[in-house]
């Protein structure tokens, strides 16, 4: 390594606890005279010359810096955002200045190794059965995909459906049971997988948005309920107990978006709001939110492994991988090793 590479990068971590240092004094959200000062100084073409480190760095610190949201500090109480302990962000870096591909086990041990752990303690963490497949994703919005997409699998194989081979034309009628509260990504994903908002079933809330079971409606055939643990305005957890106990009796899938909810498990006090949420049959959640590892990091996890596989396995064996592999388990093929910061 040249010694200028080196000293860039001390600089780049000399300018980052800096700004941390700064985020008690700066404003939560920026001046506007400071997103104007960025926009005009990136108002040009594309510079046809290279610029050296230290330029990209003084021109992040000029101009980024004094534009960024403190969201990071103590005083953000914006959306459901987290920031990142001084432990995970450092693990994040030295973790970027590696580059693991983590998509398979080949492409990085080391990369695959943490994933893995990280995913099977977190198992033990939400009380969650150990066989259940995990994936490290993007964030809780991808996390409910690649649930929802086990789901839609299992339920439409038990009909004798193969949906990854016949699409969903001509598909037996698939039921989607969801809290009228569920988080607005639900209604996102839904249309994602193929299954129109006009048919989704919205049961009514409770005043805490709290799905009704009184108002559960009867499984006739192929069927997925979602559930959530937190609810983003009131906090409420949906009474897990009573769906998972519906869904039993009528062999419908239970999906729990849990995004920052999940997380009630880890906490002695907090741990009976989780109630029935682990008989459930995927999960989503996120450990940008409560676990505060740097952007980006969702989790999901399928008590069946082959109901996720199936919806997502890269199809043959593409250059020979192993059936844990990442890129087997979730929509993205390259992708940050987030097993490190996690
Ligand atoms: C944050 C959140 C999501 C979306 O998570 P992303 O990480 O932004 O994709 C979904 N559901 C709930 C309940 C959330 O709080």
Redesign the pocket.
């Known amino acids: 390594m040249t010694d200028s590479t080196r000293r860039l990068l001390a600089d780049a971590a000399r300018r980052g606890a800096d700004y941390l240092e700064s985020l008690d004094r700066r404003p939560v959200f920026p001046p506007e005279t400071a997103v104007d000062r960025l926009r005009s100084a990136l108002a040009g073409e594309m510079p046809d010359a290279p610029a050296q480190g230290v330029q990209v760095l003084d021109f992040l610190e000029e101009y980024g810096t004094p534009a960024t949201v403190a969201s990071a500090g103590g005083r953000y109480f914006g959306f ?1 955002t987290g920031g990142s302990l001084p432990a995970t962000l450092a693990a994040h870096v030295l973790a970027s200045a590696w580059d693991q591909n983590s998509f398979s086990h080949t492409s990085s041990p080391a990369a695959w190794l943490f994933g893995d752990t990280s995913l099977r303690w977190l198992k033990g963490v939400f009380g969650l059965p150990a066989q259940s497949a995990g994936a490290l994703v ?5 996390a ?1 995909f690649a649930g929802l997409a086990a789901a839609r699998h299992a339920v439409l194989r038990r009909a004798g459906w193969n949906v990854e081979e016949q699409g969903l034309r001509g598909s037996p009628d698939v039921a989607l049971v969801v809290g009228e509260e569920a ?1 607005g ?1 639900i209604f996102k994903i839904l249309p994602l997988l193929g299954f129109g908002r006009a048919h989704i079933q919205r049961v009514p809330a409770d005043e805490q948005g709290r799905l009704r079971p009184d108002r559960l409606p009867p499984i006739t055939g192929p069927t997925i309920a979602c559930i ?1 643990a ?1 609810n ?1 305005n009131s906090g409420a957890f949906d009474p897990a107990p009573d769906v998972v106990q519906w869904a039993r009796a009528g062999g419908a899938w239970v999906h729990v ?1 849990g ?3 999940l997380w009630a498990a880890a906490s002695d006090r907090r741990r009976p709001l989780m109630a029935g949420f682990a008989d459930a049959d995927s999960w ?1 959640t ?1 450990a ?2 409560w676990l505060n590892v740097p952007y ?1 990091c ?1 989790v999901a996890f399928v008590r069946d492994p082959d109901a996720l596989r199936a919806a997502m396995s890269i199809s043959g064996d593409y250059l020979m991988l192993g059936s844990k592999d990442p890129i087997d388990l979730t929509t993205d093929g390259s992708r940050r090793a987030r097993g490190f910061d996690v």
Not at 138 to 142: D, E, Q, S
Request: glycine share 18%; net charge negative; hydrophobic share 35%.
């Open positions: 459901v993007l964030g809780a919005t991808a409910n988080h990504t959530q937190g983003v978006d995004a920052f909810g989503a996120d940008h939110k980006d969702g």
